[in-house]
């Protein structure tokens, strides 16, 4: 064989492998997501291709080009499930990360936050109980006691304070709430300089909201590729 062909031999063979080997590419491990512009490298174990309705964030499309869904364990925010925990939803957190929303408020809280705080709109006519937890809910009288909003002061004693908001909470239709409040689903809300992330929790863990929403926070800044 002349040099000449054998030179096109291996021509043609290192071009067959450099070609597989762009095909297989990558981190399977990993996904590089664009969500409101930047760029997220993400473990595809948490990557969801869709949510529930009970748990689509607020005032959000659930188009895949508006944002990303993602399932994290407890474990892997380092909280642990209560023991006898065996459904998804009581041993994940659910988060919806996308463009920042724009409240025009003082307060940057969601609608229906500033609402029960302000006793504006559906929370006009409002019911504010204090729980076990020492926590204040907040009822609009159309829904209670199946929706509330969470605060750690009370909006009538401290009217004139900034509001300490926790979570907007609801107990499914035809359900009453259970004693440990496994049945409720809650909604908090972490902001960042680029995006925001709406997380969805089992109620028996909102007195850990504030440790849900730090570790996520940390993961999202941690994902970054800026």
Not at 144 to 152: E, H, R, T
Not at 168 to 181: G, K, L, R, Y
Not at 185 to 201: G, M, P, Q
Request: glycine share 6%; net charge neutral.
């Amino acid at each position: 064989m002349n040099k000449c062909k054998f030179r096109y031999y291996v021509w043609i063979l290192l071009t067959v492998i450099n070609s597989g080997c762009g095909q297989t590419g990558g981190n399977p491990e990993t996904q590089d997501l664009e969500i409101a512009g930047k760029y997220f490298r993400i473990p595809s174990q948490y990557v969801m291709p869709e949510l529930p309705d009970s748990l689509a964030p607020s005032n959000k499309q659930m188009d895949k080009d508006e944002g990303v869904i993602l399932e994290i364990p407890l474990n892997a925010l380092g909280l642990k499930a209560t023991l006898g925990d065996v459904s998804t939803f009581d041993t994940h957190v659910h988060v919806f990360i996308s463009q920042p929303s724009s409240y025009e408020n003082k307060f940057r809280l969601n609608p229906t936050a500033l609402n029960a705080w302000t006793g504006t709109g559906l929370y006009r006519d409002r019911i504010v109980d204090r729980d076990q937890g020492g926590l204040f809910r907040v009822y609009p009288k159309a829904g209670y006691p199946k929706l509330w909003s969470y605060f750690k002061n009370s909006p009538v004693e401290d009217s004139k304070s900034a509001p300490m908001w926790i979570a907007d909470c609801s107990v499914p239709p035809f359900t009453n709430e259970s004693q440990d409040m496994s049945n409720i689903t809650c909604k908090t809300r972490v902001l960042l300089t680029d995006v925001e992330a709406e997380i969805s929790f089992s109620g028996k863990y909102v007195d850990l909201s504030d440790e849900i929403a730090e570790q996520v926070r940390e993961k999202i800044t941690r994902w970054s590729r800026r």
